[in-house]
């Protein structure tokens, strides 16, 4: 596999709470971490060992970082794909510059999993009022209206029951493309995450389990509550889809399934994804260690799970009225995790729970219990 020997450096792109479990797993497996990103005082940058702050634009800043480096990889899609491009020239870019791009827009995203026989809802990209029409003959009503580009935690999509709903939506935003997608009746979203090493390993956690509040993931949990058929199919098809990116990382696919059984496509993410969060305590290799694994060539870890385990976001609706104190946690078997933001405000994660049972639904019980027992108080006076 020709390693990347321990002590050297792996560039980050994107600075967020994925990237702060990136360096601090890469501290546990002996390697040093360079964040890129234009954010200053951001959750990756408390734990990195190297910081270089600067738009992805900036040629300069990032030549001088990917002569720093010796991998690059990435915590988010909303990279340009000339940034990751342009960083191949000094070191090796794991998911590469093709696998992002396609992830990074919806329709390519779509048009790949279809030309590949991957199934998927039906869609179409909208690109002005007049194409809305030939895209509404294609799903019918509902449909979802998704931006094409830059959309993740729900922003950016909105289900519309008829044309003229839709066509409300693009005249708001006429610069902007979207993706008319089939509203699919599901009976619950389930997600996979694979590894996939540079010798084409594999390596999977079994299906996880989504729960949504407001278009943003609450709960996830491991197993997911699906037949050993289904569940099989799910994994199957998420490495076969690993195999047509040719990656060398980590994805998350997202799947809806049907009422009827069938499991249809919904989303690809090259990189750790919040549904997984539950492996840091959950299994004896976490996801962000497993991308590092496969981004370094070293011999994937592995992931049979602990016990059932459920994750339970916190929000920053939580700190509404002051500080968030913990003491309600001790003792109870939940593990917490904040992300080291400085600001919360609704709908932004701040950090996640875990808790471990004898089954899934014992986690989810203690997890759930955990979150309910958080309140704020004042923040002391003088901040």
Known sequence: MNPVPPNSVIGILGSGQLGRFLCLAARHLGYRTHVFSPEADSPAAAVADFQTVAEYSDWGALEAF??????????????????????????????????????QHRAREKAFLSQSGFQCAPYALVTSSESLVEAAAITGFPAVLKTAGFGYDGKGQFRVGSLEDAEKVVR???????????????????????????????????????????????????????????????LQTAREIAGALKLVGLLCVE????????????????????????????????????????????????????????????????????????????????SLHLYGKKSARKGRKMGHLTAMGVSAEEAIQKVLKGRRSLSARPAPSGR
């Open 66 to 103: 990917g002569r720093s480096v010796q991998v690059v990889t990435f915590e988010f899609e909303n990279v340009p794909r000339d940034c990751a491009a342009f960083l191949e020239k000094w070191a090796a870019v794991r998911p590469s510059p093709e696998a992002l791009h396609i992830a």
């Open 172 to 234: 708001e935003q006429p610069s902007q493309d979207w993706v008319l997608e089939k509203w699919i009746e599901y009976e619950k979203e389930v997600s996979v995450l694979v590894a996939r090493a540079t010798d084409g390993t594999c390596a999977d956690w079994g299906a996880i389990e989504n729960q949504h509040h407001n278009q943003v993931l609450d709960l996830s949990f491991s197993p997911a509550r699906l037949s050993p058929e289904l569940a099989a199919r799910a």
């Open 255 to 334: 799947f809806f399934v049907e009422k009827t059984g069938e499991l249809r496509v919904n989303e690809l993410a090259p990189r750790p994804h919040n549904s997984g969060h539950w492996t840091l305590e959950g299994a004896p290799t976490s996801q962000f260690e497993q991308q590092l694994r496969a981004i370094l060539g070293l011999e994937l870890g592995p992931t049979t799970p602990r016990q059932p385990t459920a994750m339970a976001n916190l929000m920053g609706d939580l700190w509404e009225d002051g500080e968030l104190f913990w003491e309600a946690l001790e003792g109870t078997g939940v």
